[in-house]
């Protein structure tokens, strides 16, 4: 089995992406639920960019990943110095890492337009600092920036620049689609073409602005590259990076080739959920392997096939990533699909028994005056235990009241006052929001946290709200709501023509669910 090295580079690459700003403390999380993920290489930013990614490194020095190498990123150094006179080169060299990347243009026009050299003093320049990080004992990997564009105007000068960068004792040169424009027979080609000069030390970079990120890492692989960068969920500048969760299951469930321990493979789920929760990034349903809806199926053939045999409709199986399968409830649902949903929480339950017959017409009922659990089945599954008696609340909301106040023309607050009951308990409490469902899930979380601590790890993650008619304000609105607590992910759903008391009953079922589950299954 080949072995790939996986080098991710979401500390770096990925917080230049549109919304994204790491902490010390969150790129400590991520670095260390990549390191025992098991990836090769973890580039964790720029020294000299920014006092945080400095005070990441020293930090790091003393707190190190315990099987990932780190590596600190900079640039060549500058024209008309040295490179130990440089103080981009001194600082990485200060990082303290084993692993140095640096990026150099490796595109003649880029030489000469956008950096202003002329193509011989870029060459020393590549060779100059590669030079000086190996005789400092350091291993190099030299990111050929812009390559694949280069090459394909002038391929002896992108030639030349891995040969000087090699030449000078680089440990990988990285063959980088910094404008990801190129397509998987390209890059297959010309890495395939580099692979021959320069065995053995091959590695890709692709963005993804084509779309064909993925795929072009998979074409260079094939073609001999024998890493690949990507950030862990894809998020990155523009359009992205190449999507490392998807790289990893595509190389090692499919074409056989190892990347990491195949005993983490079955955390590739929770890794991509966790990092996109410190991240502040919502993780796309339709992701492959670790998206919400990876594994989804509907009603109708897709869920008779499936549950005959998996592979009908299941590429591979949920379990070997860490996902779960999902059958998706609505009215065009029948008895079996509902029953194959409901065994997952209630195996000892019958397709013909009368309790079944009754939650078909109660789900028929609910969905009829706008419930939809296709999407929600947290409520879904809640709704199924009330209904059999099995569920004993946790709470009980008394009351609650909304006050709005507005300042200005453009600042407005609320303010929420909950009152709910835990057995014989009381707790009354108030919060602000910067709306009203805010405020409300901020102090009915309040209130709930005095009797369960749990749930002081709970955020929302979306809210989505739909009208259902069309009687203008007295309208029926749907409320859609999706919960994190950073490992799992859950939605719940109210219905009303209150939106307020449909986000209630929203946010009452997220929290009476994770309470559920803590209680079911404490290690979740």
Known sequence: MNKIDIFDSTLRDGAQGEGVSFSVEDKFHIMNTLDALGVAYIEAGNPFSNPKDAAFFQRAAKEPPKNAKLVAFGSTRRRGIRAEDDQNCAALLSAGTEFVSVFGKSSDWQAREVLGVDLAENLEMIRDTVSYFTSHGKHLFYDAEHFFDGYKSNPQYS??????????????????????????????????EMEKLFPGKISIHSHNDTGCAVANSVAAVRA????????????????????????????????????????????????????????NVRLPRSMPYVGKSAFAHKGGMHVDGVNKNSAAFEHVSPASVGNRRHILLSEVSGRTAMMRKVEQFVPDLTKNSPEAARLMERLK???????????????????????????????????????????????????????????????????????????????????????????????????????????????????????????????TVGVSQDIINASLQALVDSMEYKLYIDQEHPQK
């Open 224 to 279: 001999g590259a024998v890493e690949v960068q990507g950030t862990y969920v894809g998020f990155g500048e523009r359009c992205g990076n190449t999507n490392l969760s998807t790289v990893i299951a595509d190389l090692q469930l499919k074409l056989g080739y190892h990347c990491i321990p195949d005993s983490s493979m079955e955390n590739l789920t929770s890794a991509a959920r966790l990092i996109s929760e410190i991240s």
């Open 159 to 192: 030639i030349e620049t891995l040969r000087a960068a090699a030449q000078a004792g680089a440990f990988r040169l990285v063959l980088c689609d910094t404008n990801g424009g190129c397509f998987p027979h390209e890059i297959e080609t010309i890495t395939a």
């Open 365 to 491: 009922e609910q969905e009829f005056a706008g419930y939809q659990y296709e999407a929600a089945t947290a409520s879904f599954e809640l709704l199924v235990l009330r209904e059999l008696g099995r569920f004993t609340p946790f709470f009980q909301p008394v009351f609650f009241r909304i006050l709005g106040e507005q300042e200005g023309a453009s600042h407005h607050t609320s303010t929420a006052i909950v009152k709910l009951q835990v057995g014989e308990a009381y707790e009354i409490t108030a919060e602000e929001g910067s709306g009203p469902v805010h405020a409300l899930d901020r102090a009915l979380r309040k209130a709930l946290e005095v009797f369960y601590p749990n749930l002081a790890g709970v955020r929302l993650a979306d809210y989505k709200v739909r009208v259902m008619d069309s009687k203008a304000t007295a309208a029926l609105v749907r409320v859609l709501i999706e919960s994190t607590d950073g490992k799992n992910v859950w939605t």
